[in-house]
């Protein structure tokens, strides 16, 4: 495959990392940002060359892709149309619909615009931290616009593919509506849940109780407020049907437990629980659960080195591939426990393993 | 201070942690649990010696704590005073009035029963997740009873003391209020947040646009949906009262957005967001019980049995001891990276010996 030209428009922590991954097969890439310090930084780390003015920069890229937040982008679009950058143009902004319509009425030529959403991020910004494997394996979603010529759809596809992600094409409400569940809605969530930690009903002695579960479940209110409510603003429909869903479940439970009598469990809240820890094992990955596919077995083992290794050795030997491991020790102790996660089929070949290994296990 | 003779009713998280905390400066522990594995396995870690059958313990210990959730606080407690196996009681329960008021009503000695709640813990259960340093420098808050005996609470806060937590003396009611806005509303706010993800409007194809915002969020919702009904349950008024306000908030904040013109920001948001970073910032810092600082070395492995073991052996042959490893690997690829977790002053012994075995590192 050719890589196209690309030209970058905004050398934060994703247009970066899309050029680096280019620059890593060899791709032609050019940046561009309001700040030139950024795109000099850039450039610097050998993702491209900088053009300091888009109208000097006529036909430089085959495509040109805008990294920048929702409000900008049919404005940047409609300046980079009119310096005629690029032949295909994108964008990676999180919200899909409302930045396509505001470019159909700012009347961008929408036939070259395929509007994508890289499903990938650092909790760091800035081109410093762009990495070239950002995508690598993630979903990129490409919501083609009725307006789009099929070769620009390709084009772009293309351009995420030689980034190394899976482009999943989803229409734009759709995708607003995903987003509006895995992203925005629990944004605001965990600013309601942090919203009573703030006024004179929760005293610092109370705080000082805090444990990690209050402190992940409010991690992400601590965001910029600003950028926030541009946001969900510019996704309010979506994410406002799955606010009053989560409102509707905390008042049931509220009047539930209000109204049962003390020590009762009710129905309502058992429902909701199980339906919350189903909820949660649903997402994919490590983070997320255990896959069921997985049986976890505990081993007892010694706290020196060298007894992984023979633990390994003697797994291996049993051909038992043992498909991730979580070390749970308390330091000091002489022991550990290895939380072993290998196929169902292994466990038994694994458990002899251990037990002539002289492991205390536990399944 | 000589270490009480200590008994631990339930090896679970906290039950097994307490017991490896007294250990650890040579105490003398006993271990009981309803399912003998779970027992033995705490045994096996160091935690202490198992006593099959309360009826034989006859005052086998000094204290006993009872590590169980609040709607078994009182049985349990009924049952070690009848066996009479020691001369001071303890719980754990996470909610105070409750229990103290079964235990009332079901005639126990409260002379000698000392309410407790150690503000510690894990997502994870079970013996295999118990740590010596759970509790150093948190908050233990102690509800002392009218009816006990001062010694009684002189001795359950110098076992709190051994075990490196600071002792909070607080009445039962209002460590009630407190931990339903730290600990229990939040848990059913991730609950009705993670509730979202189950249905039939949570497609397999969203969840995959998932990030660490919603997984830090639902993380607690995977907790044990039992012990969390019956938490929630003994805690009902306290934890009702938050919940509604979280509902309102998020009720409002659903029709600002719903009736705001498309992109349009809304006052009703932008406070809410506002109060949210307030809250949040409220947090207090961790307290001491830093794990030590380790450093993380990156290394690229094939996904096959035996590699682990083969790289395993090489960190043991260079007197490298692996204190955590988190496996990451992309479902299909045919390599992983294994992340190591050793002493920075490991380090280099490991990038060498990852060197000469030919395994791509990355610090």
Same mark, same amino acid.
Request: some cysteine; glycine content about 10%.
């Given at each position: ?290 896959? @069921?596919?997985?049986? *976890? ?7 020196? #080195? !060298? &007894?992984? %290794? /023979? $633990?390994?050795? +003697? ?15 308390? @330091?000091?102790?002489? *022991? ?7 196929? #169902? !089929? &292994?466990? %038994? /070949? $694994?458990?002899? +393993? ?10």
């Amino acid at each position: 495959m050719t890589l196209p030209r690309v030209l970058i428009i905004g050398a934060g922590l994703i247009g970066t990392s899309v050029a680096l991954a280019l620059r890593e097969h060899g791709g032609e890439v050019w940046l561009s940002d309001p700040d030139p310090a950024t795109a000099q930084l850039a450039a610097d780390m050998g993702a491209g060359v900088v053009v300091p003015d888009l109208r000097d920069a006529k036909g430089i890229a085959d495509i040109a892709l805008l990294a920048m937040p929702p409000a900008f982008v049919a404005t940047g679009l409609a300046h980079a149309q009119e310096c005629a950058v690029a032949d295909v143009y994108t964008d990676v902004a999180s919200v899909k619909s409302l930045p396509a319509q505001q470019a159909r009425a700012a009347g961008c030529d929408l036939e070259a615009f395929v509007p994508g959403h890289p499903l990938a991020g650092r909790e760091k910004h800035g081109p410093a931290a762009a990495r070239a494997d950002l995508f690598l394996g993630r979903t990129w979603a490409l919501c083609p616009l009725p307006e789009n010529a099929p070769a620009a759809v390709d084009a772009v596809t293309d351009l995420v593919v030689a980034c190394g992600a899976d482009p999943v094409r989803v229409d734009a409400a759709t995708h607003d509506q995903w987003v509006a569940l895995v992203s925005h809605a629990p944004h605001l969530v965990s600013v309601a849940m942090a919203a009573r930690l703030a006024g004179p009903s929760a005293p610092a002695e109370a705080l000082r109780l805090a444990g990690q579960g209050l402190r992940d479940v409010t991690r992400i209110a601590a965001g910029d407020p600003e950028l926030w409510a541009q946001i969900v603003a510019a996704n309010a429909a979506p994410v406002a049907q799955i606010l009053q869903a989560v409102a509707d479940d905390l008042a049931a439970t509220a009047r539930a437990l209000a109204s049962g009598a003390a020590g009762d469990t009710d129905d309502t809240v058992a429902r909701l629980l199980d339906q919350g820890r189903a909820g949660v094992a649903r997402i994919p990955g490590k983070h997320g659960g255990k896959p @069921p596919e997985f049986t *976890v077995v505990q081993v007892v083992i010694a706290d020196q #080195p !060298g &007894e992984l %290794a /023979r $633990l390994f050795a +003697a797994a291996g030997a049993a051909s038992v591939n043992i498909e991730d491991i979580r070390i749970e020790h308390s @330091p000091g102790l002489p *022991v550990g426990v290895a939380e072993l996660s290998v196929r #169902p !089929g &292994e466990v %038994a /070949r $694994l458990l002899d +393993a251990m037990d002539a290994g002289g492991w205390p296990v536990r399944r």
